[in-house]
């Protein structure tokens, strides 16, 4: 059996991430693949249990390099329990944000490092990567005015407006110096129009 594709949204707070993972999974189950949808810092219950304690409290409440390897730990649960073994079964994996934002938000915005950050990456995924990732670009101020939080999970939300341009830089970074496999997608349109590049960028990459 042919091993499942992984595809990952990663964006800033509000560039509609979680809406476009579900209308990408619509249109690939038209299209005859299985698929599943997950998110990061999250996915499996043990993970789910370490994103409570990175989105809620004060936005101080971890050092950075805690933050950066809390959420390495939550994403070696979800690989190793969840993602990997949909792709193994030849099951698609969506996911709502992956290792590109612990390098945005954690490596860059935060200030942890490039280095150190990649060198975590390296040592704990080695070579297990998306096979494409697609950066929703929306600028910052109107993704915060999007993004309605409820239930506590506000602590990202309130690392104000220069946290948030830096993560945008970082992101748009990463699509640069990757071009093989990320694809930046403007993000500031309506749904319509964005769930269109989505699936233009999708159907190119499998030549579905
Ligand atoms: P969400 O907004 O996609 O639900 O993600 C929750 C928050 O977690 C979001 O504000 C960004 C943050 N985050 C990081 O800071 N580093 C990471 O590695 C991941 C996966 C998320």
């Not at 560039?15 to 990408?24: F, I, P, Q, Y």
């Not at 990463?174 to 997608?185: D, F, K, Q, S």
Request: proline share 4%.
């Amino acid at each position: 059996m042919n091993r499942g594709r992984f595809l990952t949204l990663e964006g800033g707070e509000g560039s509609g991430k979680t809406t476009h993972a579900h209308l990408l999974r619509e249109s690939l189950e038209r299209a005859g693949i299985e698929v599943i949808v997950t998110r990061e810092p999250g996915g499996t219950p043990r993970a789910e249990d370490i994103r409570s304690l990175l989105v809620s409290g004060e936005p101080g409440r971890w050092q950075p390099l805690t933050e950066a390897l809390l959420h390495f730990a939550a994403r070696a649960e979800h690989v190793a329990l969840s993602i990997r073994p949909a792709l193994e079964r030849g099951v698609w994996v969506i996911c709502d944000r992956f290792a590109d934002s612990t390098m945005a938000y954690q490596g860059v915005a935060m200030g942890v490092g490039r280095e150190k950050v990649e060198a975590l990456a390296a040592a704990m995924l080695e070579d297990f990567a998306p096979d494409l990732t697609l950066v929703l670009d929306v600028p910052e101020a109107e993704g915060l005015a999007r993004e309605d939080r409820n239930g506590g999970e506000d602590r990202y939300g309130q690392m104000g407006p220069e946290f948030h341009a830096k993560v945008r830089e970082a992101f748009r970074d990463i699509a640069g110096r990757e071009p093989g496999r990320c694809v930046l997608v403007d993000s500031s349109g309506s749904i319509e129009e964005v769930r269109d590049l989505i699936w233009a960028a999708v159907a190119r990459k499998f030549s579905l």
